[in-house]
């Protein structure tokens, strides 16, 4: 009790400050060997020996720092958490009972040393639920484990690049094959696919076989210029560039020739071998067009110079032909059959229907054409039929793809008289436009009705200063007006 006593004084009588010194002793020095002191005290009173020279062990008897040492420090702070929390609920909760929970007597470092079984350490693993909670493996789609070289064709191989699937072009060997691979791909219209095979190609095909086979492909050419510009080599950009320049150049002047042939016969005959010259499918089909029109030309001119001749037909006695048909353009010939052949069947090759399902002629094109041939004809019901549809109930309306103000300026060109022109301005459904058509045209019911139907009154009275003085016009306002007053009272 005195040497407690004695420690108790010493104790509060002590204290870690001194008093200020002029002494040369360093303040830091002394703060530093202060705290060393201090912490050589602490290790008195923590039982834990902290050397660097040994070994850490835990209390399993395994080093500190081991696989199993860190699966099982991280497993029991996952459990202290748990237990954590189910204090927390046991505090709340007085039914609360603890499952006990089974202690794998393996470790994972005997598990390396194949002390362990493969089977028993998957049975302790899915025992083992208070340390984790194991989910099962998903299965994963058949496709994935598919092999990438297998037998996939072109349009399979696009299609799952297109899905952004890995695919494997190397099985794509000969030229045929890497052909149809490319065509698939600029069918498919994916920019990042056709980019992707045109690399390939690059890769595994001469230049020349490439830039040959790229001159009838002018999808996929664009695509390699752009893809050599954004690469930056300039080299082979130029030299496929100077190829289909000079290629192109050589084509189109080969196809010009055709100009100086005075021949026709001849020149049908140039233009069937332009068809085989490596243009664009584009371009070839304009080609293939031209040789078929000529063709088509040749066999109109024939028959109807023989007509003319013996005077068979009264169209040509009444309206003489003025010039050939022959190297004519389509919408020409177009205009010629209409004029001269358009009561034809289907089947001739001068009938209009014919030419328009030949060469693929758009309705617009077609109406404008026929409608302008047969009002220079001033024949009236051709015009009306050309306009008149039937609707599944079998009541009939007029319809113009080409709009109603436009068929009534093509009928004014033609002279059409008054009667007609009304009846296709009356068609017209913009109410501004109808009424500066008629009034341009001098259609006077047509503006007279459209005012009645407006109710305007001003409009009707100073339009009655526009019609003669005791025409049908003038009669035809003045009861209008009439009617309106007496409906107002």
């Keep these: 009790m005195s040497r407690a006593r004695a420690d108790e004084e ?8 001194r008093a200020f010194t002029f002494d040369d002793e360093d303040d830091e020095l002394s703060q530093l060997k202060e705290s060393k002191r201090a912490v050589n005290s602490l290790r008195d009173i923590v039982d834990d020996d902290d050397d660097d020279d040994l070994e850490r062990v835990s209390w399993s008897g395994e080093p500190v720092g081991s696989i199993s040492w860190s699966i099982k420090e991280t497993a029991s702070s996952s459990t202290s958490s748990l237990e954590g929390r189910d204090s927390s609920l046991r505090k709340g909760s007085s039914s609360y009972a603890a499952f006990p929970k089974q202690v794998s007597s393996y470790s994972l470092s005997s598990l ?30 058949k496709a994935e484990y598919k092999d990438y070289s297998s037998d996939w064709s072109p349009k399979d191989t696009v299609r799952r690049m297109q899905r952004g699937k890995v695919c494997s072009l190397e099985r794509f060997r000969s030229l045929q094959d890497k052909l149809v691979l490319l065509d698939e791909a600029v069918g498919g219209h994916d920019g990042n696919v056709i980019t992707a095979v045109l690399i390939f190609l690059k890769r595994t095909l001469r230049r020349e076989i490439l830039f040959r086979e790229l001159e009838v492909r002018q999808v996929a050419l664009c695509h390699l210029i752009h893809f050599l510009k954004e690469t930056g080599e300039q080299k082979l950009l130029l030299d496929l560039l100077r190829l289909c320049f000079f290629s192109l150049y050589l084509q189109l002047s080969q196809y010009r020739e055709h100009l100086n042939i005075q021949d026709v016969e001849k020149r049908r ?29 040749i066999i109109i001119e024939a028959n109807d ?22 190297n004519m353009p389509l919408v020409t010939t177009l205009f010629y059959s209409c004029f001269y052949h358009y009561t034809e069947a289907e089947g001739t090759f001068s009938s209009p229907t014919n030419l328009k399902k030949t060469f693929k002629i758009p309705d617009k094109q077609y109406v404008l054409t ?31 793809p080409i709009g109603f103000h436009r068929v009534v ?3 004014q060109r033609n002279n059409a008289p008054v009667q007609v022109l009304q009846e296709y301005v009356r ?13 341009k045209y001098k259609c006077h019911d047509v503006v007279i ?41």
């Design 10 to 17: 010493e104790y509060w009588h002590s204290s870690k400050f």
């Design 112 to 141: 390396f040393k194949g002390e362990v079984p493969h089977t028993q350490y998957r049975q302790m693993a899915l025992s083992d639920t208070g340390v984790k909670n194991y989910t099962p493996e998903l299965r994963r789609p």
């Design 269 to 297: 005959e140039f233009l069937k071998g332009c068809i085989g010259l490596p243009f664009s499918a584009e371009d070839t089909s304009h080609i293939q067009d031209h040789y078929t029109l000529l063709e088509r030309q």
């Design 305 to 326: 110079r023989h007509l003319e001749t013996a005077g068979q037909s009264e169209i040509f006695r009444k309206y003489p032909r003025k010039a050939s048909i022959l």
């Design 370 to 400: 026929a409608l302008a041939a047969r009002a220079k004809l001033r024949a009236w019901d051709d015009v009306d039929a050309l306009f008149t549809t039937k609707n599944w109930l079998g009541y009939t309306k007029k319809k113009a």
């Design 409 to 411: 300026e093509i009928l």
């Design 427 to 439: 068609l017209v459904e913009d109410v501004e436009t109808r009424l500066n058509l008629a009034t």
């Design 449 to 489: 009705e459209t005012y009645r139907d407006l109710k305007d009154r001003i409009q009707l009275t100073a339009y009655k200063c526009k019609v003669e003085r005791g025409s049908a016009e003038e009669d035809k306002i003045n009861s209008i007006l009439n009617n309106m007053v007496r409906n107002t009272y």
